[in-house]
């Protein structure tokens, strides 16, 4: 079998988030047992299917980069984790559903990787204080995952789910929220699904082809 063509991935957040239990669900459908902090970074591979059922379907690699979580804003802490931010081709920005300040810190993770820190000395938006400017011209797509959407309670879920709901708008995004301990969440033929699918093809098409649909000659 030829070698297939691959992308990367970041996945970024705050630790504790779920950025690790989200990889290996996103990787081998499967719920992580145990999981543990991740110090650095933790690689691991996605097989995706381009365009599947078109005459374009095309099958590629996804390295998903699993970024240790660290909100420490330490010249030394933020110099370590920008050599995982070379050469990315997309980002999923993952937050807990249920903690507020975990949301709030994707605005500080995206900007640091797309070397845009312009406040290095901590969170880039309070209250909501946050300029799309920011994100006026960026060409890396990216998709917003929100976590532990099973330890809100029913009756809490609108209200939660309407206060995040602005993320995705600010980062031109589309939205997944989930239960990394279910599959279900990203069932073959759900909602999430075909959001997921979508972003790994625009992922995809930003790193091997034109605007145009010619395909473009990349050397790694």
């Known amino acids: 079998m030829a070698a297939l063509d691959r992308v990367k991935v970041l996945v970024l957040g705050d630790s504790g988030v779920g950025k690790s239990s989200l990889v290996h669900l996103l990787c081998h459908n499967q719920v992580l047992g145990n999981p ?34 660290s909100v420490g804003s330490a010249t030394s802490v933020k110099s370590t984790r920008a050599v995982f931010y070379n050469l990315l081709n997309g980002i999923i920005l993952v937050h807990d559903l249920t903690n507020k300040k975990s949301s709030q810190n994707l605005y500080r993770w995206s900007l640091e990787a797309l070397n845009r820190d312009v406040a290095p000395t901590g969170v880039l938006v309070t209250n909501g204080d946050y300029d799309r400017e920011h994100f006026a011209d960026n060409q890396i797509p990216l998709l917003v995952i929100g976590t532990k959407l099973d330890q809100i309670p029913e009756t809490k879920r609108n209200e939660v789910l309407t206060r995040t709901a602005f993320l995705a708008e ?19 033929g759900s909602s ?8 790994f093809d625009k992922v995809i098409e930003k790193r091997y082809f034109l ?10």
């Open 36 to 69: 543990s902090w991740t110090v650095g970074c933790s690689v691991d591979v996605r097989i995706h299917d381009y365009k599947e059922g078109t005459p374009e379907e095309k099958t590629y690699y996804i390295e998903l980069w699993d970024v240790g979580g």
């Open 170 to 188: 600010d980062f031109n995004a589309e939205e997944i929220n989930l239960d990394c301990t279910n599959p279900r969440y990203l069932a073959a």
């Open 192 to 199: 999430n699904a075909v959001k997921l699918s979508r972003f």
């Open 211 to 220: 605007r145009d649909g010619n395909q473009v000659c990349h050397f790694s």
